[in-house]
């Protein structure tokens, strides 16, 4: 009895192991970071883990508007990680191009607009925000398929042979049937000319 429950308890700690101890890829992906104001902000980000599993994200943007408002003249962006509320500042965005590096998992990136760039904490209003979405290409094996080009010319290759295929035997039908007739013509003249050559006079 004792044995059994033993026997239970480990393999319960072994599956917990395996549930839960997995490794975070949810940072790597593409995030479209949209604007939550009437302005046509648009930002494009893209997450690697790199072999020293830190996070190099890259950032692109669209229709910043300098100044952002009275007195406002810096985008910060920031993260917000996968396992805390604490947002996470990756830094500044400059004039729409940048790159920054984490070492924390996070699941979203957004943009406020601060008056100072230096803060630790968001403090001005949210201007874009978006989702990590996982890079589908790098997770579904892809099977090579041939070009639809090759399949057309291997198609018509058949098709041809099958034509010419089916000509010859027709040529070859019509020859016999020729043959045949030229064969009974001959008959019936020889059967004519030897009818003509042995009756009585």
Same mark, same amino acid.
Not at 73 to 91: C, H, R
Not at 128 to 140: A, D, S
Not at 162 to 169: A, I
């Given at each position: 009895? =004792?044995? %059994? ?7 319960? &700690?072994?599956?917990?192991? &395996? ?7 949810? %940072?790597?992906?593409? +995030? ?18 790199? $072999? /020293?599993?830190?996070? %190099?994200?890259?950032?692109?943007? $669209? ?7 009275? /007195?406002?003249?810096?985008? +910060? ?24 590096? %984490? =070492? ?11 008056? /100072? ?5 968001? *403090? @001005? ?6 989702? +990590? ?6 997770? /579904? ?11 057309? *010319?291997?198609?018509?290759? =058949?098709?041809? *042979? ?12 019509? @020859? ?15 059967? @004519? ?9």
């Amino acid at each position: 009895m =004792k044995t %059994s429950k033993i026997y239970g308890v480990a393999i319960f &700690f072994i599956l917990s192991f &395996f549930v839960y101890v997995k490794p975070s890829f949810a %940072s790597e992906g593409t +995030v479209e970071m949209r604007s939550t104001t009437n302005e046509d902000y648009r930002c494009w980000v893209a997450s690697i883990r790199m $072999q /020293n599993q830190i996070y %190099s994200i890259l950032v692109g943007c $669209q229709n910043l508007l300098y100044p952002a408002g009275e /007195n406002i003249y810096s985008y +910060v962006v920031w993260a917000t990680p996968k396992e805390d509320d604490k947002p996470i500042k990756l830094g500044q965005l400059g004039y729409g191009k940048a790159q920054f590096q %984490s =070492k924390t998992p996070f699941s979203a990136v957004y943009v406020t607009t601060e008056v /100072n760039p230096n803060v630790r904490a968001p *403090e @001005g209003p949210v201007v874009m925000r978006g989702q +990590v979405e996982t890079i589908r290409f790098l997770e /579904n094996p892809t099977t090579p398929t041939p070009t639809p080009t090759s399949t057309k *010319e291997e198609e018509q290759k =058949k098709a041809e *042979e099958t034509t010419q295929g089916k000509s010859l035997r027709e040529r070859f039908a019509l @020859g016999l049937k020729r043959a045949g007739l030229a064969a009974v013509l001959a008959i019936v003249a020889i059967i @004519g000319l030897v009818y003509i050559l042995t009756r009585p006079r």
